[in-house]
């Protein structure tokens, strides 16, 4: 992948994110009224459960007061899983591909969310302390990416 492609596809993902904590934070997207404070924020995609594969990773948050929203806002990273002409992965049967893949999506988005970290969109969320962010490809694979502190800090989880 070009570094110019690289840069378009940061940008789009960081505009993304941005939109995502905007429906996060507003009622009418997240069905409750008032808001439900957030503790855990995981982007989910279908992956090879569908024909073709669904890459599109719909946002689920939840916290103590149980779900805060779900569906809600999508991060579209199929540039991230090359799929062939009949609409499969490449390489399917090859769990490392696969992985490695979302690996690289995984990094992706960690370098988004560093960078939209301190935004205004993320600030109106309602928090109960630290967000847990995580991306899973459902029947796949599944990370903790981050946790982004309220005051825009964000801390890797431990190796």
Do not use: W
Not at 50 to 79: A, I, K, Q, R
Not at 101 to 120: E, H, I, P, T
Request: net charge negative.
């Amino acid at each position: 992948m070009s570094s110019e492609n690289t840069n378009k596809i940061n940008e789009q993902i960081k505009a993304e994110l941005l939109e995502c904590f905007h429906l996060f934070s507003n009622t009418e997207f997240t069905g409750y009224d008032p808001l439900r404070p957030v503790a855990k924020i995981v982007f989910a995609a279908q992956g090879e459960i569908t024909t073709p594969p669904d890459l599109d990773f719909m946002g689920y948050g939840g916290g103590s007061e149980g779900e805060s929203f779900s569906d809600c806002g999508v991060l579209s990273l199929e540039s991230f899983f090359p799929l062939n002409e009949e609409g499969d992965y490449y390489a399917s049967e090859d769990e490392e591909y696969i992985e490695e893949c979302f690996q690289n999506a995984c990094s992706a988005v960690l370098g988004s969310l560093q960078a939209v970290a301190d935004s205004k969109e993320f600030q109106k969320i309602p928090k109960e302390g630290p967000v847990v962010f995580g991306l899973k490809l459902i029947d796949q694979c599944n990370k903790i990416i981050c946790r982004i502190h309220p005051d825009g800090d964000v801390e890797l989880p431990p190796k």
